[in-house]
């Protein structure tokens, strides 16, 4: 009954004027933080016309033209800077920016951690499966050490970016980090990220078994689901494990929920009540 | 747009530089909202809107980079803003990429580009018109532009609003390229009365929402943009697309988007080309110049004529879409044409399409220094001998 019900909540928000099927793979996990967005938007009861999706390039940079709110896919790496001319002009709106690991971390990395120290009311909504999905499996930020990659035929040199913890070092208000097996929990985390004034991340851990996990030979998307599943801890967890038991595993849980900073367009509100005071 | 000389008014008669009068063209022009990142010689747009636009009711802010200046400027138009970042050679070629998204996206913005000396670093303080060909195809892929280049810190107020209103009204980025000079030099200068200044605001729809295409082909070349949040939900991306701007690979698609955005540019010609011709009724012998090296060729053109030299000056304010109509016109009745620019010759590749080779002389100066006047005078007796 409950599914049924639930299917009904993606009519409402998916656009029917758009040409479907959509590009993803069967079995991708960004159709799944997708539907999370939308029950997540649902369920704070908001006006479409007040939602604003905002992504860059990439697999989860075509999750905005299926949804029907204010939608714009900008260039690489570069949603949070158009998020953030956007969310000036416009703060009373909400706007969800999504992101893959490469075009938020890589070639957006400048924009990443300095949307989260301005502290700018923008829910970030990072899908990180790991790999450059849409160009066939390269290495990204994000690519496990040792891991196989169509540009790392022999095994990958680089260390991972621990995205949430970038974001919470960066200065931003709300991060958490879940996955796509942690259905319920990844919906209130967004809920919860959209709901908080100032710059809030959520990470949604991913895969990609169509290039990453199939030149890894790490399963079909099935397997893939089910590694997410066993490889995470909850922040409760992974307080009481060494650093060494820790190693490979997705923490999942609120990591910062602060209450002491204003947000950014709040303060920019600020500066127009004293420079207007001073011309009178 | 006129000027009103009032005397006792505090805004008549000031001491500005060129950077300034930009600020100040943005802000009267409706600018309300400006991101930038610092960049000599185009930082003082930037401290001045920081002052000024506050004042307004209007935001500021210094992003992380050129890239994400001209981002959270896009962002910031579609939002409903004026919207507008300025920079120099370095940042500029930073900016392309996303110049093309709002080239593609057909989102009003202003883009100025203060130009030094390049290529690469070069030397920030020294004057350069090197970017004009930048301004036109820095961006990948074919695509109209609009930009102006201004030649008095007057010229340059007067500029920043039309630059303005040409964004809004056919819904393209355009670019105020200025020089060194022009950006840093001090003139006198009389603004207009607000009231006088001719303002183009953005077009809106009276169709429902379920109704609005952003990028219908008909009736309109210029279809209206409605501001994100106001019930009219769509979809903005720099694939190709669609009318309604969901993403497209069909043909019958893509070709009538890019008839369109080619012939509202086009099709207005006569609204966009503003220049000036100086005593080419009866010249032999024609300068066209732009930007800082107007001012030189206007006093080389007034000294050859007191030596007896039928020459005369067209100067440009619209550099593209290239004036084809007006030199084509000109060059017609003359033999010879001069044109000078702080670059290798950019400019003169336009001019010499125009109107051939043989008839072109350039007076190129790309090392950091400006043209004087003897410069361009002598190129203009040589020729006359």
Known sequence: ?280 | MTTNANPSDETNGVLMQGDEACAEGAIAAGCRFFAGYPITPATEIAEVLSRRLPQVGGKFIQMEDEIGSIAAVIGASVGGAKAMTATSGPGFSLMQENIGYAAMAEIPCVIVDVQRLGPSTGRPTSPSQGDVMQARWGTHGDHPIIALSPSSVRETFDLTVRAFNFAERYRTPVILLMDEVIGHMRERIVLPDPDTIELVERAGTTVPPEWYKPYENFPLDVPPLVPFGEGYRYHITGLHHDERGYPTNRLDEVRPWLERVFRKIESSISDIMIYEEDEVQDADTLVIAYGVTARAARQAVEQARQHGHKVGLIKLSTIWPFPEEVVERAADRLHRVIVPELNRGQLALEVERVVGRHKVRRVNRADGSILSPDDILDAIKEWSR
């Open chain 1, 1 to 280: 009954m409950k599914q049924q019900r639930e299917s009904r909540v993606h009519e409402r928000y998916l656009r029917h004027s758009k040409k479907f099927p959509n590009v993803w793979c069967a079995g991708c996990g960004i159709g799944i933080v997708l539907g999370a967005i939308i029950r997540a938007v649902d369920a704070l009861q908001l006006d479409k016309n007040d939602v604003a999706m905002i992504s860059g390039i990439g697999c989860t940079g075509r999750m905005p033209v299926y949804v029907d709110f204010n939608t714009m896919h900008t260039t690489h790496g570069r949603a949070l800077a158009f998020a953030t001319g956007l969310k000036m002009v416009r703060p009373d709106m909400k706007i969800i920016v999504v992101m893959g690991d490469g075009d938020a971390l890589a070639i957006g990395g400048n924009h990443f951690i300095h949307a989260a120290r301005r502290n700018i009311g923008l829910t970030a909504i990072v899908v990180n499966n790991a790999t450059y999905g849409m160009t066939g499996g390269q290495y990204s930020p994000t690519t496990p050490l040792g891991a196989r990659a169509a540009t790392a035929p022999y095994g990958h040199i680089e260390h991972p970016f621990p995205i949430a913890e970038l974001a919470v070092t960066a200065g931003a208000s709300y991060v958490a980090r879940s996955t796509v097996y942690h259905v319920i929990e990844l919906e209130k985390f967004i809920a919860q990220a959209i709901q908080k004034d100032g710059f809030a991340l959520v990470e949604a851990v991913s895969y990609c078994h169509t290039t990453l996990g199939r030149i890894n030979r790490w399963g079909r998307a099935p397997d893939m689901m089910r590694r997410l599943k066993e490889q995470s801890v909850t922040v409760r967890q992974a307080e009481k494990m060494s650093a060494n038991d820790l190693k490979g595993k997705i923490v999942r849980g609120v990591l910062t929920d602060r209450q002491d900073m204003i947000e950014y367009t709040k303060l920019y509100d600020q500066i127009i009540e004293r420079a207007q005071e001073e011309v009178g």
